[in-house]
T-cell receptor, first 116, second 114 residues
Framework: GAGVSQSPRYKVAKRGQDVALRCDPISGHVSLFWYQQALGQGPEFLTYFQNEAQLDKSGLPSDRFFAERPEGSVSTLKIQRTQQEDSAVYLC??????????????FGPGTRLTVT | KQEVTQIPAALSVPEGENLVLNCSFTDSAIYNLQWFRQDPGKGLTSLLLIQSSQREQTSGRLNASLDKSSGRSTLYIAASQPGDSATYLCAVKDRGSTLGRLYFGRGTQLTVWP
């Protein structure tokens, strides 16, 4: 079946612009995660949703970052007033069960954000 | 906080060699450890997942071992091929994080030349 999809795949924003990144998880997956991957680094956790509830947002780097998943399926990561340090690949992952269970996370292709 | 380290950072080998990639983690209280492959411009593809109660997992030419007590895992790639060229990432899901976040290493960038 279809995997995790993300859009856009590439986004160039001028410093100060707002951006919205979309994630379509695998149908029926309860858990959804956002990660940020800077160049040459491993992915770093941003936030976690269980259905529509955002249960962990401790990884969001500042209050300019906001994520939502209003109907428990599609999620949007919004970054306000983008800064150059926000340039990274943003990865979305979904998982069938709740997070503490031993289900695999399936990753999307990512959105590469470049802030100029 | 869990820290994950991968050695070496980069590896370049001729086709046909057997390879070992290393991963270490600081907190042995984990649920599982996962090895991923990442191709340039692409997302992560899961290769192997080892539960904390397991010692190893195998898939084709790949074999991953886990020594939880010492905080180490190795990924063994047999008879390497140019198509294996990619970045390999190790990630742990630790028991301190009940909400399932993964902690990643920086990866090993592998190049296999013909």
């Amino acid at each position: 079946g279809a995997g995790v999809s993300q859009s856009p795949r590439y986004k160039v924003a001028k410093r100060g612009q707002d951006v919205a990144l979309r994630c379509d998880p695998i149908s029926g997956h309860v858990s959804l995660f956002w990660y940020q991957q800077a160049l040459g680094q491993g992915p770093e956790f941003l936030t976690y949703f269980q259905n529509e509830a955002q249960l962990d947002k401790s990884g969001l780097p500042s209050d300019r970052f906001f994520a939502e998943r209003p109907e428990g399926s599609v999620s949007t990561l919004k970054i306000q007033r983008t800064q150059q340090e926000d340039s990274a690949v943003y990865l979305c992952a979904s998982s069938l069960g709740i997070a503490r269970d031993n289900y695999e996370q399936y990753f999307g292709p990512g959105t590469r954000l470049t802030v100029t | 906080k869990q820290e994950v380290t991968q050695i070496p950072a980069a590896l370049s080998v001729p086709e046909g060699e057997n390879l070992v990639l290393n991963c270490s983690f600081t907190d042995s209280a984990i649920y599982n450890l996962q090895w991923f492959r990442q191709d340039p411009g692409k997302g992560l593809t899961s290769l192997l997942l080892i539960q904390s109660s397991q010692r190893e997992q195998t898939s084709g030419r790949l074999n991953a071992s886990l020594d939880k007590s010492s905080g180490r895992s190795t990924l063994y790639i047999a008879a390497s091929q140019p198509g294996d060229s990619a970045t390999y990432l190790c990630a742990v899901k630790d028991r301190g994080s009940t909400l399932g976040r993964l902690y990643f290493g920086r990866g090993t960038q592998l190049t296999v030349w013909p």
